[in-house]
């Protein structure tokens, strides 16, 4: 159970009227190669949309009409894709989370994925300002022959302002299980001035923005070699990143001081990756 009022960010604060967004998809495959909406659910900010495309795989853009995420927010998405069906979901834009004057902010993901089915979660960073307070979750549950693809990014601080976090608190929780059975759990916290412990040489090496991508399908661990040639194709100077493979999934991590830099690598490789062009909004 995470500490909903942890140590760097306890304090009196005044009870405030709270965001609470939610969404619900459901799709599935029609036809054998066209992936339809059965269901959508929305509450509070958070509004889904779904462009314009010809028959096949399903895109579906999340929109925050709050602007950002305030202390004590709470949002949840769940998404579940059917047998056979191919879903992106994505972002508009960058996410921001604001400073916290003592509650936490919550983002829970949890998705679901049929025997034969994709899930593309693609969304856009995530920009923690100085003094946020943010417990992210991420919960899969996927049938066997079911693929997952998950990207997360992490920018600590507004860059254009060159702003540090002299004080804050993240907490980012994976849990993914194939038919019922865990095969990926990963947990990180930090707590306290981030800045200070992302410049440490074992932690961060003074970087100021981290991401994650995940690959959990039956075909994910063999493509280690070509994911590391792609890392050795797309990288450049100030953004470190390796890749590593077991138990049936892959994993990428990316850790760079330019935020720009990173997201610039994270474009090329989930391009390459993929093999398909990333949603249109990543390109605005």
Same mark, same amino acid.
């Given at each position: 159970?995470?500490?909903?009022?942890?140590?760097?960010?306890?304090?009196?604060?005044?009870?405030?009227?709270?965001?609470?967004?939610?969404?619900?998809?459901?799709?599935?495959?029609?036809?054998?190669?066209?992936?339809?909406?059965?269901?959508?659910?929305?509450?509070?900010?958070?509004?889904?949309?779904?462009?314009?495309? /010809?028959?096949?795989?399903?895109?579906?853009?999340?929109?925050?009409?709050?602007?950002?995420?305030?202390?004590?927010?709470?949002?949840?998405?769940?998404?579940?894709?059917?047998?056979?069906?191919?879903?992106?979901?994505?972002?508009?834009?960058?996410?921001?989370?604001?400073?916290?004057?003592?509650?936490?902010?919550?983002?829970?993901?949890?998705?679901?994925?049929?025997?034969?089915?994709?899930?593309?979660?693609?969304?856009?960073?995530?920009?923690?300002?100085?003094?946020?307070?943010?417990?992210?979750?991420?919960?899969?549950?996927?049938?066997?022959?079911? *693929?997952?693809?998950?990207?997360?990014?992490?920018?600590?601080?507004?860059?254009?302002?060159?702003?540090?976090?002299?004080?804050? *608190?993240?907490?980012?929780?994976?849990?993914?299980?194939? %038919?019922?059975?865990?095969?990926?759990?990963?947990?990180?916290?930090?707590?306290?001035?981030?800045? %200070?412990?992302?410049?440490?040489?074992?932690?961060?090496?003074?970087?100021?923005?981290?991401?994650?991508?995940?690959?959990?399908? /039956?075909?994910?661990?063999?493509?280690?070699?070509?994911?590391?040639?792609?890392?050795?194709?797309?990288?450049?100077?100030?953004?470190?990143?390796?890749?590593?493979?077991?138990?049936? *999934?892959?994993?990428?991590?990316?850790?760079?001081?330019? /935020?720009?830099?990173?997201?610039?690598?994270?474009?090329?490789?989930?391009?390459?990756?993929?093999?398909?062009?990333?949603?249109?909004?990543?390109?605005?």
């Amino acid at each position: 159970m995470l500490n909903p009022d942890p140590p760097a960010v306890r304090g009196a604060a005044p009870e405030r009227q709270r965001s609470q967004g939610r969404i619900h998809l459901r799709v599935a495959c029609a036809d054998g190669h066209d992936t339809r909406i059965l269901d959508i659910g929305e509450g509070g900010p958070l509004r889904l949309r779904l462009p314009r495309r /010809p028959k096949g795989p399903c895109e579906a853009v999340l929109l925050n009409t709050a602007g950002g995420i305030a202390c004590g927010d709470t949002f949840r998405v769940t998404a579940d894709v059917g047998a056979g069906g191919d879903l992106t979901l994505t972002t508009t834009a960058a996410e921001k989370v604001y400073r916290s004057d003592g509650p936490m902010s919550r983002i829970a993901t949890v998705v679901t994925v049929g025997a034969g089915g994709r899930l593309a979660h693609l969304p856009q960073e995530t920009i923690l300002f100085d003094q946020a307070a943010l417990a992210r979750r991420f919960e899969a549950d996927l049938a066997p022959g079911a *693929h997952l693809l998950a990207f997360e990014a992490i920018t600590f601080g507004r860059t254009a302002r060159d702003e540090p976090m002299t004080r804050g *608190h993240l907490s980012d929780t994976w849990r993914i299980r194939r %038919d019922g059975r865990l095969v990926y759990a990963d947990t990180l916290r930090l707590d306290g001035a981030l800045s %200070d412990q992302l410049a440490r040489t074992a932690i961060g090496n003074g970087a100021r923005a981290m991401a994650t991508l995940l690959d959990v399908s /039956p075909v994910a661990e063999g493509r280690l070699d070509e994911t590391r040639a792609l890392l050795d194709a797309t990288g450049v100077d100030g953004v470190a990143a390796a890749a590593s493979a077991w138990n049936g *999934h892959l994993v990428v991590r990316l850790l760079g001081r330019d /935020p720009d830099a990173l997201r610039a690598v994270a474009q090329r490789l989930l391009t390459a990756y993929r093999g398909r062009p990333l949603p249109r909004v990543w390109q605005s």
